[in-house]
C-alpha cells in the first residue's frame, strides 16, 4: 500500500486554519518574552516552505513508511461495534514505532530542525511519550537531545525514563511550581530562552505560533490516512463521528485535520474529567477554564480569580494539561467539535473492555476516547472512526493495580 | 510621587531595585518600598507574583510561589500600593505577566494602575504586534507607559521601532538569559551595550537581568542611564528580610 501524498492540501483556506499572527478565531497568537522573537521568527518564516517542499515531503513520508510503520491500520472493530450498535473503526496509531502517534510529528520536527541547521534539540515530556519519541528520533539522526520532564512525573514513569536515556538523552527534571508536565514545559521554554541556537521540538498543538499548526499539519497524516482508507473500506472518505482524546490536543487534530471543513463530520474531543467536572481533581479545561495565556498562546485554560494557572489532575500524565491547543479553543467556542470528557474510572472501565473483547491494551489516554461510547446515541449504521492514539504498555502498573481493586 | 519621566531626564547611573510583592510576608510589601526609599534607590519595580513566570530564573519563581501560598493577589497588592500613595515619592513600575491583566480585566487592571499613582508597566510576554494591535490604544486610554525589552539578539530595524514606542525607558536584557544569571559581564556583553548605546536612541536605557552588586551595575551604568538589580535583591530579603534592605543598597550607590 503506498501512501497517498498528493491528497495533502497544506494551502486549503479554511477558518480552521491560523491567520498571519496565528490566531484562530480568538485564540493563538505568539506571546514570548522578545529573547525568544528571533527563534521563533525563524521558524514561522521558513516552517511553511519546509513542509510543502518535495525534499521534505519525500524524506518524511519515507521515515513514516518504513521507520514508523505507516500507514497505520484502520482496524474495523467488530466486536465493539456489536456491542455499540455502530460501525466502530479504530485508527491504529498505537501501531506506530514508540507506541503512540507522539512519533508522526517529532519525525517531522527533526526534519525541520535539520533544514534549519539546528542540531541541539529540548523536548518535554508528561508521560514520557513525547520524550521517547523525540529521543528516538535525535538517536536516528545523530541530535544532541535533552527532556525536561517533572521530577513527580520521572517518579511515576520510570521505564520511559529509562528508555529516554538508552536512546541517549539527557533528562533534566523540573523541580518547579507542581513539577508535572506544566513546569517541563516552562523548563524548556525557559532553558530555550538562554539557548537560543537550540530547536525546540515541543510534543503537541500548544506553545506560541506557528508551533501549533505546525504539530497539527504533521499530524493530520491521520487523517489523511483515515480518508482513503474509508473510502476502501466503506465506499465514503467520509464517517459521521471521529472520536479522539484531548490533552494539548495533538492526536484529535491529526485525526480532525482533513475533515474540519466538512461539516457533516461529527467531531468529538473527549477530555479528562479526572476525579469527576466539579470535583475539583480534573482537567476537563473547555469545561473549568476561560481564556487565558500558557505557554505563549492565547486559549482556555485553567486558572484562579487572579489568573494564576491551577494544577489540573487526571489519572493519565498524557491529559493533566491546563489549557488545550488554540485550535481545539477554537473548535469549542465555534461549536465545530463537540467536547465531552470522561472520569478514571470511566476510562479504565473502558480501557478494560477494549482488551476484553478486541485484545488491544490501550493508553490511558485513549481509553478517555473510547468511555464516550456508551454515553453516545448511534443512528443505524453509523461509522465511528475512534482514534487509538497509542498502546497501553506504559500504564500495565496503574491498569494491574486498579484490577485487583 | 515623583514621576519616573523626570528622574531619568535629571539623574545619571539610577539604582532601581525589583522585588516581589508579598514577600517574604504578606505584608512586607509597603515596608519594602520604604526602605528601598530611605536607602535612596531612584525608582523601584513592583513584581506581581506570577504561577508561571516563563522569563524569571529560580530566586524570583521562588519568591513568586512563597507570595502565593502567603495568599497574595492583585486586590491586595493594589491595597497595598494605595495605602503608600501618598507617602511614598520614589517612583514605581509595576511588572507582571499578561495572564494577570487579562483574567483581572484589561480595563479595570489599567484603571487601578492609575490610581495607585503609577503609570508604567513591563509586562515580558507582551510581544510588539499584540501591543500594536492592541494595547498601545488601551495603555493610551489610560496614560499608560509600556516598557519594551531589548535582547543582543534584537535587530536594529526592531529597536529603532521600540526606541520609537517607548516614552520612559527601554528595558536592556543584558544577556540571553531568565533573570538571575550569574557572574561577571563578559566581553560580549560589553559589546553588546556599546553597539545599543551607539545607536543613539531617543529613549533611556536601563539594563537588568544579571545585574547583582556594585561591580555589575558600575559596568552597566558606564553605556546606560542606570540598571536594575532584582534577584540578588531577592536573594538578600529572603535572608537578611526588611532590615537588611540598607544594607544591601548602602554599597551599591556609595
Known amino acids: ?405 | 510621587m515623583k514621576s519616573l519621566e523626570s528622574i531619568l531626564e535629571e539623574k545619571d547611573n539610577l539604582l532601581s531595585i525589583y522585588f516581589t510583592c508579598g514577600y517574604p510576608k504578606l505584608d512586607d510589601t509597603t515596608k519594602v518600598i520604604s526602605e528601598l526609599e530611605k536607602s535612596g534607590v531612584d525608582f523601584i519595580e513592583v513584581g506581581l507574583p506570577y504561577s508561571d513566570p516563563l522569563a524569571d530564573g529560580p530566586t524570583i519563581q521562588d519568591s513568586s510561589q512563597k507570595s502565593l501560598a502567603n495568599g497574595i493577589n492583585l486586590d491586595i497588592v493594589f491595597d497595598q500600593l494605595m495605602s503608600i500613595k501618598d507617602s511614598n515619592k520614589t517612583p514605581l513600575v509595576l511588572m507582571g505577566y499578561l495572564n494577570q491583566m487579562l483574567k483581572y480585566g484589561e480595563d479595570k487592571f489599567c484603571q487601578k494602575v492609575i490610581d495607585c499613582g503609577i503609570n508604567t508597566v513591563i509586562l515580558p510576554d507582551l510581544p510588539m504586534v499584540e501591543y500594536e494591535n492592541h494595547y498601545k490604544d488601551l495603555f493610551d486610554k489610560y496614560g499608560i507607559t509600556n516598557v519594551f525589552l531589548i535582547t543582543p539578539h534584537t535587530s536594529e530595524e526592531r529597536i529603532y521601532k521600540i526606541d520609537n514606542y517607548t516614552n520612559s525607558f527601554i528595558y536592556v536584557v543584558a544577556s540571553a538569559s531568565i533573570t538571575g544569571a550569574k557572574g561577571e559581564i563578559s566581553n560580549n556583553q560589553i559589546a553588546y551595550f556599546e553597539r545599543i548605546k551607539n545607536m543613539n536612541l531617543k529613549s533611556k536605557l536601563i539594563v537588568g537581568f544579571g545585574i547583582s552588586d556594585k561591580q555589575t551595575f558600575n559596568t552597566a551604568c558606564n553605556y546606560a542611564n542606570g540598571a536594575i538589580i532584582g534577584s540578588a535583591f531577592i536573594k538578600n530579603l529572603g535572608v537578611n528580610g526588611v532590615s537588611g534592605i540598607k544594607d544591601f543598597i548602602s554599597p551599591i550607590i556609595s
Open chain 1, 1 to 405: 500500500m503506498k501512501l497517498k501524498t498528493s491528497r495533502t492540501k497544506y494551502n486549503m483556506k479554511s477558518k480552521f486554519q491560523p491567520d498571519k499572527n496565528g490566531y484562530f478565531g480568538q485564540f493563538g497568537g505568539a506571546f514570548i518574552p522578545e529573547l525568544l522573537y528571533p527563534n521563533v521568527k525563524e521558524l514561522e518564516d521558513n516552517y511553511i516552505q519546509i513542509i510543502e517542499s518535495k525534499e521534505f515531503q519525500d524524506e518524511y513520508k519515507s521515515l513514516l513508511k518504513d521507520y514508523v510503520g505507516r500507514p497505520t491500520p484502520l482496524y474495523y472493530a467488530k466486536r465493539l461495534s456489536e456491542k455499540y450498535a455502530a460501525h466502530i473503526y479504530l485508527k491504529r496509531e498505537d501501531l506506530n514505532h514508540t507506541g503512540a502517534h507522539k512519533v508522526n510529528n517529532t519525525i517531522g520536527q527533526i526534519l525541520i530542525a535539520q533544514k534549519l541547521g539546528k542540531t541541539k534539540i529540548i523536548a518535554e515530556t508528561g508521560a514520557g511519550q513525547h520524550g521517547v519519541a523525540t529521543a528516538t528520533v535525535c538517536a536516528l539522526m545523530g541530535l544532541d537531545c535533552t527532556v525536561f520532564m517533572g521530577e513527580k512525573d520521572i517518579e511515576r514513569q520510570a521505564p520511559n525514563v529509562a528508555r529516554m536515556k538508552m536512546l541517549g538523552a539527557k533528562v533534566v527534571a523540573a523541580t518547579s511550581g507542581s513539577k508535572t508536565l506544566k513546569d517541563a514545559t516552562n523548563e524548556a521554554i525557559r532553558y530555550w530562552i538562554q539557548n537560543p541556537e537550540t530547536f525546540y521540538l515541543i510534543g503537541s498543538v500548544v506553545g506560541p505560533h506557528p508551533h501549533p499548526d505546525m504539530v497539527a499539519r504533521l499530524q493530520a497524516v491521520i487523517s489523511e490516512e483515515m480518508k482513503w482508507q474509508l473510502k476502501e473500506k466503506t465506499g465514503k472518505e467520509n464517517p459521521d463521528t471521529i472520536i479522539a482524546c484531548v490533552g494539548g490536543g495533538s492526536n484529535a487534530a491529526g485525526a480532525f485535520y482533513h475533515y474540519m471543513d466538512e461539516h457533516e463530520v461529527e467531531l468529538i474531543a473527549v477530555e479528562a474529567a479526572g476525579l469527576g467536572v466539579n470535583s475539583g481533581e480534573s482537567a476537563a479545561t473547555s469545561q473549568l477554564g476561560e481564556v487565558g495565556i500558557i505557554h505563549g498562546s492565547k486559549t482556555i485554560l485553567m486558572q484562579d480569580d487572579y489568573g494564576q494557572i491551577v494544577e489540573p489532575y487526571s489519572i493519565s500524565a498524557g491529559l493533566d494539561y491546563p489549557g488545550v491547543g488554540p485550535l481545539h479553543a477554537f473548535l469549542y467556542e465555534s461549536k465545530r467539535a463537540k467536547f465531552m470528557n470522561a472520569t478514571d474510572a470511566e476510562a479504565l472501565e473502558a480501557a478494560y473492555e477494549l482488551t476484553k473483547i478486541e485484545g488491544i491494551i490501550p493508553a490511558l489516554e485513549t481509553a478517555h476516547a473510547l468511555a464516550v461510547l456508551p454515553k453516545l446515541d448511534f443512528k443505524e449504521n453509523q461509522v465511528v472512526v475512534i482514534n487509538l492514539s497509542g498502546r497501553g504498555d506504559k500504564d500495565l502498573e496503574t491498569y494491574i493495580k486498579h484490577l485487583k481493586e
